[in-house]
């Protein structure tokens, strides 16, 4: 792992630029535009977990939200090619994340890390978990023998993640998550206090009522609207699945010593 200072606003800001994971992103267009109409036409799959009922069954709505939040073009016309993530907003939300983090630390809460995107955001979640556990939280352990999807939940490196056939999985689904949140109280285990993952797994503890930091790309808008709506407390934007997980370093340095946690 990367021991590197913890970039500035302004280095961080271009170096999400020139890796691209905000700036020009590889999502195209199309893709953006044909998740934003799936979501708005009822299909829970692009939920993530979220009840939005028929509060977002505009499409155009879903897109203001997201060139507000995310950074994506506001024009509907733009119906192909290029879309972006303004880098502004990402390291926007990194900051509004950082109050949890200092709480969470201050208070030694529980901590339950998890992700449907192993091979983009593994080590995001995973170093994050790590900071947090050497300043005293308590990581929530997956309880054994737990499954969802026709696969099992398993924890790697602290983090929660989904499993099939010995290997991991991207998914969106939140029953991983429902899986654990209602396994915990059947074991004696109290609830998480804090949430950090992305997809369904983190759409479905905002839908529990649980404080969640999730990262969410420009073209999963789910989380997008229920940090509109207040059920998802912070939802960082960015392309979450690049060149190189390595690219993301800075990203997690800048957080974790924003956070005045020592990058582990």
């Given at each position: ?196 993952a992305d997809h369904g797994w983190a759409g479905c503890a905002a839908e529990r009522g649980i ?54």
């Open positions: 792992m990367s021991t590197s200072p913890a970039p500035s606003r302004s280095e961080l800001i271009e170096h999400l630029l020139q890796t691209r994971i905000a700036g020009e992103v590889a999502t195209p267009r199309e893709n953006n535009l044909s998740h934003y109409r799936e979501l708005a036409n009822g299909n829970r799959y692009f939920w993530l977990g979220l009840e939005l009922g028929d509060r977002w069954s505009d499409e155009q709505d879903v897109l203001a939200v997201m060139a507000e939040r995310c950074g994506v073009d506001e024009d509907p016309q733009h119906r192909q090619g290029q879309d972006t993530i303004d880098p502004e907003l990402t390291v926007d939300a990194l900051d509004r994340a950082v109050p949890l983090l200092r709480k969470a630390v201050a208070d030694r809460q529980r901590v339950l890390v998890a992700t449907g995107h192993p091979g983009g955001l593994l080590d995001v979640h995973a170093r994050t978990a790590a900071a947090l556990a050497a300043a005293g939280c308590d990581l929530v352990k997956v309880p054994l023998g737990l499954s969802a999807d026709e696969g099992r939940i398993a924890q790697f490196a602290g983090v929660a993640v989904y499993e099939r056939g010995a290997s991991l999985w991207h998914t969106h689904s939140p029953r991983p998550m429902a899986e654990i949140l209602d396994a915990l109280p059947q074991e004696g285990e109290p609830l998480p206090d804090l949430v950090i404080d969640t930091i999730g990262y969410a790309d420009s073209n999963d808008p789910a989380l997008f609207l229920g940090e509109a709506e207040g059920t998802l407390t912070v939802c960082v934007p960015l392309d979450d699945y690049v060149v190189s997980p390595r690219f993301y370093e800075p990203l997690v340095a800048y957080l974790l010593d924003a956070s005045g946690l020592s990058a582990a």
